[in-house]
């Protein structure tokens, strides 16, 4: 997914889709 410490961090291909 995608971090929930506001650092962007693009972990998976959701979290890319998710990214903040």
Known sequence: ???Y???GTQV???G???HF
Do not use: I, P, R, S
Request: charged share 15%; glycine share 8%; aromatic share 16%.
């Open 5 to 7: 410490w506001g650092k």
């Open 12 to 14: 998976t291909v959701l």
């Open 1 to 3: 997914a995608f971090d």
């Open 16 to 18: 890319n889709a998710l």
